[in-house]
């Protein structure tokens, strides 16, 4: 059973900046583009940046230039860092494959930009 568990967030000011971790309970990475995804309240949940198995990156209009992913395949763990934080990115943080698979959703980490 595969799981993933995120860390990482928190509360931080405008402006500020956190890094998200997911750990995957086996190694999954080397077979699959892993993604970070979040909801906001009262929101749909959205694709925030994905990364595929070669490390190529591809992020949402709305945080290119100061979301980064990257991911580590020997431990198994994907990163997000996250700058220049604005309200608007408050929200639950979750990682999965893209495209999704329902099973591997965890419960994921919260994120909340305010001052």
């Known amino acids: 059973q595969v799981q993933l568990v995120e860390s990482g967030g928190g509360l931080v000011q405008p402006g500020g900046s956190l890094r998200l971790s997911c750990a995957a309970s086996?190694?999954?990475?080397?077979?699959?583009?892993m993604a970070w995804y979040r909801q906001a309240p009262g929101k749909q949940r959205e694709g925030v940046a994905t990364?595929?198995?070669?490390?190529?990156?591809n992020y949402a209009d709305s945080v290119k230039g100061r979301f980064t992913i990257s991911r580590d395949n020997a431990n198994n763990t994907l990163y997000l860092q996250m700058n220049s934080l604005e309200a608007e990115a408050t929200a639950v943080y979750y990682c999965?494959?893209?495209?999704?698979?329902?099973?591997?959703w965890g419960k994921g980490t919260q994120v909340t930009v305010s001052s």
């Open positions: 999965n494959t893209e495209p999704a698979i329902k099973a591997y």
């Open positions: 990364i595929t198995s070669g490390a190529r990156v």
């Open positions: 086996r190694s999954i990475f080397f077979r699959y583009t």
